[in-house]
C-alpha cells in the first residue's frame, strides 16, 4: 500500500472509529464472522468513504444522506456503519437477525426507527390501536435491546387527510410512549391511496403529507420518489423545506433492476457510469430531499451505489439518468396512483405495479407472489378499455402491463 493510500485509509477509519472498534472485534450482528470478511467489509467501506450528512426535520438531527435499514444485509450493513450510516429504518426488523454489535455499543450515535403496521388487517383494512401499538414498541425494545426507539413510523401511512385528523390512535401511542422515554420522534411512509379499490375516500400522497405538515405533529416521512421526477412531489418537498418538515424518498430504484439485466441498455450507458451511481448522486445532490434508502443486496452493489453519494453528477451521469428516465417513462410505473379511480374493473393498479418492481428489480418473487395472491381483482380481469391509460402522466400500456404481471405473478 503507497504512503498515500495508507494515509487516506487511516484517517478513513478516524473518521468511523468507534464502529470500526466494534468491527475489529470480528464479532458483527451477533455473529463471529472470519477475518478475511472483515476485510472485504473494510476494503468495501473504503471505497465509499464517509457518507455526507443532512440535517433532519424540526430536530435537525445530522442524519446520513443514505439511510440504512434493518432488512439490510450484514455485510452492506456493517459497511455502512463504517461510512457513518447511521439513520437505520425498520430497526424492528432486527428481532429476527440481531441488533448490528457497532449499534448496540454505540447506541447514542444512531438513530433506529420503530415501523408500526396497522392491526386486525393489512394497511388497507387493518386499524390503529393505541394499546396494541404501544404493547408492539415495548416488545420489540424488549427483544432487541435498543433500550429506546429514536423515531416511531407510521408504516404505509393514513389513508385520506380525515383519518389523519380524526383517528388518533397512532399518534396518542407515541405521546404514551414519549411520556416512558420509549421513543423520540413521530414519523410516517406514506403511499398514494388516490382512486384505491381497496380504501374509501382515498386520497394522493402528496394531499395527505401536505395535511400531515400542517398538522404539526409528525416530523419526517418517506415517500415514492425517484428520477424522472414527480410534480405533486417536488411541489410538496418545497412546501416540507419551508416548514422545516424531513422528506425520506423510498422505492427510489425505479426499474433500475431491469436496467441492470438489460445488456444493451448497459452497453449504451455512457463510460464509467451506472445506473445505481447516477441514482445516488442524482437523489443527493439534485433534489430537496434530505435522505434516501436505496436499496443494495451485497457488497459489490453497496459499493457501485453508495460511492455516488453527496457526488456531483458529471456530464456522463447526466447523460445516464436522461437514458434511464427515457426507458423507464416507457416501461415504469411511477406509483403516484393516478390511474386508479379511472378502472370500472376496481383494479388495483398502482399495488400491482408496486408488486412488479419487488419481482423484476429487487427480484423478490416470494414477497410479489404472495402479495399478488391478495388482491381481490387481480390482471387478468382487465378488460382493455385504456380508461387508466388516459389518466396516467406517462401513458404507460397499462393493460399489457397488467397481462405480464398476471403471468408473472400468479
Ligand atoms: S384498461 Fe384495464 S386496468 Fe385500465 S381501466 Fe380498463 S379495465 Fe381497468
Ligand atoms: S400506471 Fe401511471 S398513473 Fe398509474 S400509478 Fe403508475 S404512473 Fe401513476
Same mark, same amino acid.
Given at each position: 500500500m503507497s504512503e498515500k493510500n495508507s494515509i487516506k485509509r487511516r484517517r478513513f477509519l478516524q473518521l468511523s472509529s468507534t464502529a470500526f472498534l466494534a468491527g475489529v472485534s470480528g464479532n458483527l450482528m451477533?455473529?463471529?464472522?472470519?477475518?478475511?470478511?472483515?476485510?472485504?467489509?473494510?476494503?468495501?467501506?473504503?471505497?465509499?468513504?464517509p457518507l455526507p450528512r443532512r440535517k433532519l426535520g424540526y430536530?435537525?438531527?445530522d442524519i446520513s444522506v443514505i439511510i440504512g435499514s434493518g432488512d439490510l444485509a450484514a455485510f452492506p450493513a456493517e459497511a455502512g456503519i463504517l461510512c457513518g450510516m447511521n439513520y437505520w429504518h425498520k430497526?424492528?426488523?432486527?428481532?429476527?437477525?440481531?441488533?448490528?454489535?457497532?449499534?448496540?455499543?454505540?447506541r447514542e450515535e444512531h438513530y433506529c426507527q420503530v415501523t408500526v403496521d396497522r392491526v386486525g388487517g393489512d394497511h388497507f383494512q387493518g386499524r390503529f390501536d393505541e394499546d396494541e401499538h404501544v404493547r408492539y414498541v415495548k416488545e420489540v425494545l424488549k427483544e432487541t435491546g435498543l433500550g429506546y426507539f429514536d423515531d416511531m413510523q407510521l408504516h404505509f401511512g393514513y389513508h385520506n387527510t380525515d383519518e389523519l385528523k380524526n383517528d388518533r390512535g397512532f399518534v396518542r401511542a407515541f405521546e404514551r410512549l414519549k411520556k416512558e422515554g420509549l421513543v423520540k420522534h413521530l414519523?410516517?411512509?406514506?403511499?398514494?391511496?388516490?382512486?384505491?379499490?381497496?380504501?374509501?375516500?382515498?386520497?394522493? &400522497?402528496? @394531499?395527505?403529507? #401536505?395535511? *400531515?405538515?400542517?398538522?404539526?405533529?409528525?416530523?419526517?416521512?418517506?415517500?415514492?420518489?425517484?428520477?424522472?421526477?414527480?410534480?405533486?412531489?417536488?411541489r410538496f418537498m418545497e412546501f416540507a423545506r419551508e416548514r422545516n418538515f424531513g422528506t425520506i424518498a423510498m422505492k427510489t430504484a425505479r426499474g433500475l433492476g431491469r436496467m441492470r439485466q438489460d445488456q444493451a441498455f448497459m452497453n449504451n450507458l455512457p463510460a464509467g457510469t451506472s445506473p445505481?451511481?447516477?441514482?445516488?448522486?442524482?437523489?443527493?445532490?439534485h433534489t430537496l430531499l434530505d435522505?434516501?434508502?436505496?436499496?443494495?443486496?451485497?457488497?459489490?452493489e453497496f459499493v457501485d451505489t453508495y460511492s455516488g453519494a453527496g457526488k456531483k453528477?458529471?456530464?456522463?451521469?447526466?447523460? &445516464?439518468? @436522461?437514458?434511464? #428516465?427515457? *426507458?423507464a417513462n416507457h416501461t415504469v410505473c411511477r406509483l403516484c396512483g393516478k390511474c386508479q379511480s379511472h378502472c370500472p374493473q376496481h383494479i388495483p393498479i398502482t399495488d400491482i405495479m408496486r408488486y412488479e418492481r419487488y419481482a423484476l428489480d429487487d427480484?423478490?418473487?416470494?414477497?410479489?407472489?404472495?402479495?399478488?395472491?391478495?388482491?381481490?381483482?387481480?390482471?387478468?380481469?382487465?378488460?382493455?378499455?385504456?380508461?387508466?391509460?388516459?389518466?396516467?402522466p406517462l401513458h404507460l400500456p397499462i393493460p399489457e402491463k397488467l397481462a405480464k404481471a398476471h403471468l408473472l405473478m400468479s
Open positions: 451477533g455473529k463471529t464472522w472470519p477475518r478475511e470478511s472483515l476485510s472485504i467489509i473494510e476494503e468495501a467501506a473504503q471505497k465509499v468513504g430536530s435537525q438531527r430497526a424492528n426488523q432486527w428481532i429476527r437477525s440481531g441488533v448490528p454489535e457497532a449499534i448496540l455499543k454505540n414519523c410516517l411512509s406514506q403511499h398514494s391511496y388516490d382512486g384505491s379499490p381497496r380504501v374509501k375516500n382515498g386520497q394522493s &400522497a402528496a @394531499e395527505v403529507l #401536505t395535511a *400531515v405538515v400542517e398538522d404539526g405533529i409528525y416530523e419526517h416521512a418517506q415517500f415514492m420518489y425517484s428520477y424522472g421526477g414527480d410534480p405533486e412531489m417536488d445505481h451511481n447516477a441514482l445516488a448522486r442524482w437523489l443527493t445532490t435522505a434516501a434508502v436505496i436499496r443494495v443486496r451485497n457488497l459489490d453528477l458529471r456530464a456522463s451521469d447526466i447523460q &445516464a439518468i @436522461e437514458q434511464m #428516465t427515457e *426507458v427480484h423478490n418473487w416470494d414477497m410479489a407472489c404472495a402479495l399478488y395472491a391478495s388482491i381481490p381483482a387481480k390482471g387478468d380481469v382487465c378488460t382493455t378499455c385504456g380508461e387508466c391509460v388516459h389518466a396516467c
